[in-house]
């Protein structure tokens, strides 16, 4: 079946501009995740939905960052008044359950570049 | 001190040599624990979870040591294909175990 997916691959912004990064989660997965990578490091945990409604939101790193998840389904990730510091791989994830023990399936990520 | 800490590497090995790889972690309250691969400019990949009594899947054996808060994997007869970076990852704690903690990653690279 198909596996997470997310557009687009590649984003290049100017430094001030707005921008939304969309997920489509395995069907029928519950859980979505979103994490961001910066180059050399592991993916760093931003924020969890449940369902529709956001499960824990500690990740994100300002109020520039929100992200939505309106049917339960695809998420969008969006960012404002961007900055070079947000460049980076985001990576979406999902899993049947939010759960410890349920593997995560990881999307190929949209790799986001501020200039 | 970081949640996860891993050797960074590179771990340069000629093929069919054996490798081991090491991993700390801080949160005492992390329920768990796992190591994922991850390719060049590609998504990580859960490899396998690790578990208290230890776990074998076929090359690799991954440990955990709760009270040392310590995770290892081991390679076997390592192949030209296992060269990745391989992620030490552990569940958040307390309300938090949805999340993923992960390492800096160590990278592997297997020669002919």
């Known amino acids: 079946g198909a596996g997470v997916s997310q557009t687009p691959s590649n984003k290049v912004t100017e430094k001030g501009k707005y921008v939304e990064l969309r997920c489509d989660p395995i069907?029928?997965?519950?859980?979505l995740y979103w994490y961001r990578q910066s180059l050399g490091q592991g993916p760093e945990f931003l924020i969890y939905?449940?369902?529709?409604?956001?499960?824990?939101d500690s990740g994100l790193p300002n109020d520039r960052f929100f992200a939505v998840r309106p049917e339960g389904s695809v998420s969008t990730l969006k960012i404002q008044r961007t900055e070079r510091g947000d460049s980076a791989v985001y990576l979406c994830?999902?899993?049947?359950?939010?759960?410890?023990?349920?593997?995560?399936?990881f999307g190929p990520g949209t790799r986001l570049t501020v200039l | 001190r970081k949640e996860v800490e891993q050797d960074p590497g590179p771990f340069n090995v000629p093929e069919g040599a054996t490798v081991a790889f090491n991993c700390t972690y801080s949160n005492s309250a992390s329920q768990s624990f796992f190591w994922y691969r991850q390719d060049c400019r590609k998504e990580p990949k859960l490899l396998m979870s690790?578990?208290?009594s230890g776990n074998e899947d076929g090359r690799f054996t991954a440990q955990l040591n709760r009270a040392s808060q310590y995770i290892s994997l081991l390679i076997r007869d390592s192949k030209l294909s296992d060269s990745a970076t391989y992620l030490c990852v552990v569940s958040g704690g307390g309300g938090s175990q949805g999340n993923l903690i992960f390492g800096k990653g160590t990278k592997l690279s297997v020669k002919p």
């Open positions: 069907s029928g997965h519950t859980a």
């Open positions: 939905f449940q369902g529709t409604g956001a499960a824990d």
């Open positions: 690790v578990y208290s």
């Open positions: 994830a999902s899993s049947g359950s939010v759960s410890h023990y349920n593997e995560q399936f």
